[in-house]
């Protein structure tokens, strides 16, 4: 262990992985430290969605998570034992991104993947490590860390608090984490079960008061079960698996043959956020930032694109190609997204949970006889996968987005489409990922070369041919344009045509003048 580094990340979980990931892709040195003795054994969450498996083929990881992961095709409705109806997850849009599916696949193994990259870098976790505390030094910090009953002080220009819902940076820092806490008490289990309920899809058992769902996992006859317990077990101190497993069966209306139960938990949840994501050089990610119910599969992953959305920031400062400012659009970017991110789970939780009538009569027959219904029409399965998959999460308010182009605007991510180049078909996402020698990429169509030179952007010309114009039709472009990449895959800058000096303008708010 150096004694100085330019970045320290505090936790080892599923979020300081990612951003030591994404740090390691930008040639940036860094210490990442976790107490825990090495990647959890437990498989937490469970769902990855379609924008995290786009950040993970940036990688070159998605074939590999693709290769040990449950693809769901649904959700079945059970009540009083009986399956009522299924909801199909089939062709959500294969237009939209090439990983348009529900995919299982644990936090455990998002963490030992993201591990084994680093060390195939040559990069290591320092496990048994702890933070203990933290002084400003200048514009860094002095970093109190606790191994083997030692104490050693590093120096960092940046610190990363990845370190979860209990965050000891976040407490230390004094940075306000408001919210509330559920009143339900909340259960959570790996698990095996004798009963013949679906295989490859989501299963949801309803009830008068509460509400069991389980997810398929790798193995036979293994599932993820989470749910909530009645209220007489809100404030009992000792709750059994028994206890759960005999209640479990109760609401499901049929005896689900519990056996083999890896892990099991029963806790409260919370709903809360920072008032900033950052304080300086000081910066909050994943649970550290935010914490929310898990309806909806969204938490796992907001924290890996926290890291997305910081990392490549942090990279161009450190390498002195942006200018300091630029960090504050973490927070610009990614607070807005943590507030609607709890107001809709929020809602969502209250609709499955609670037990007014109304609750009571959509959780047990409305939802169950309308959502196949409804995902059935092409236009609302659509709608309901772009909210579910985080793909169209956006930056449009961004002080790094300027201009428009057809139907794209500048702040979205930089939709999926495969173009023709050289006679070959080509997904966009890998011409953007095997062009990435630079930190930025600018893409122009049917255009003159634009006239400049900046060595932080590289210049990519889409081939002009009849499939590739139709296609960039097809997904909003006009017939020319000029359009700026940030490395997360979102639209910095977006024009009809290249205006030189409108164009630096813009850059120069966050980049340095060329010398």
């Given amino acids: 262990m150096q004694t100085s580094y330019p970045v320290v990340i505090c936790g080892a979980g599923p979020t300081g992985l990612m951003m030591a990931a994404q740090l390691l892709r930008f040639n940036i040195d860094f210490l990442i430290v976790d107490k825990k003795a090495a990647p959890t054994n437990e498989s937490r969450a469970v769902v990855v969605q379609a924008k995290s498996m786009e950040i993970y083929e940036q990688l070159n990881l998605s074939d590999e998570i693709l290769s040990d992961a449950i693809k769901t095709d ?68 002095i970093v109190s860390l606790k191994k083997e009953n030692n104490t050693v002080e590093i120096e960092a220009q940046y610190l990363i608090a990845c370190d979860g819902g209990n965050s000891a940076l976040r407490m230390q820092a004094l940075m306000p984490f408001t919210g509330g806490t559920y009143e339900h008490v909340f259960y959570v289990a790996d698990t095996h079960i004798h009963a013949n309920i679906c295989r490859s899809s989501l299963n949801f058992f309803v009830a008068r008061d509460t509400f069991n769902l389980f997810f398929p996992m790798l193995g036979e006859k293994r599932y993820r079960a989470i749910g909530i317990l009645p209220k007489e077990y809100y404030h009992k101190k000792e709750i059994t698996y028994q206890d759960v497993s005999q209640q479990v069966d109760k609401d499901a209306g049929m005896d689900l043959g519990f056996y083999e139960t890896q892990w099991y938990s029963t806790y409260k949840l919370h709903h809360k956020k920072v008032k900033a994501f950052n304080i300086g050089n000081l910066f909050f990610c994943g649970d550290a930032a935010h914490v929310h119910s898990p309806a909806g599969g969204q938490g796992m992953n ?45 809602r969502l939780f209250s609709l499955m949970s609670q037990d007014q009538w109304f609750n009571a009569l959509m959780r047990q027959y409305i939802a169950p006889t309308v959502a196949p219904v409804l995902l059935r029409i092409k236009a609302l399965r659509r709608r309901f996968f772009l909210l579910a998959s985080q793909v169209e999460i956006n930056y449009l308010d961004s002080s790094l987005a300027k201009g428009k182009c057809g139907k794209l605007k500048a702040g979205m991510r930089f939709p999926y489409f495969n173009l023709l180049v050289a006679g070959k078909s080509i997904s966009v996402f890998h011409l953007i990922r095997d062009n990435s020698l630079l930190p930025l990429l600018l893409f122009y169509f049917n255009i003159s070369r ?44 977006l024009s009809e045509s290249f205006n030189d000096g409108d164009f630096q303008q813009f850059i120069k708010m966050f980049l340095y003048d060329v010398a």
């Fill in 74 to 141: 649904g959700l079945c409705f059970w009540r009083n034992g009986r399956k009522i109806s299924h909801a199909s997850f089939k062709n959500f849009g294969s237009d939209i991104t090439q990983f348009d599916f529900l995919l299982i696949y644990e936090q455990s193994k998002n963490e030992l993947l993201l591990y084994n990259y680093l060390r195939k870098n040559q990069q290591e976790v320092e496990w048994n490590t702890e933070f203990i505390a933290y002084r400003k030094e200048g514009e860094g910090f």
């Fill in 302 to 346: 907001t924290g890996l694109q926290d890291a997305y959305n910081l990392a490549w920031k942090l990279a161009m400062v450190i390498q002195q190609k942006a200018k300091p400012n630029l960090l504050s659009t973490y927070h610009e970017e990614r607070n807005p997204v943590a507030e609607n991110l709890l107001r809709t789970t929020d």
């Fill in 450 to 493: 634009p006239n400049f030179n900046h060595p932080s952007i590289l210049e990519v010309e889409i081939e002009h041919n009849n499939f590739n114009e139709q296609v960039l039709r097809k997904v909003g472009f006009t017939s020319c344009f000029v359009c700026l990449i940030r490395p997360d895959n979102y639209i910095a800058y």
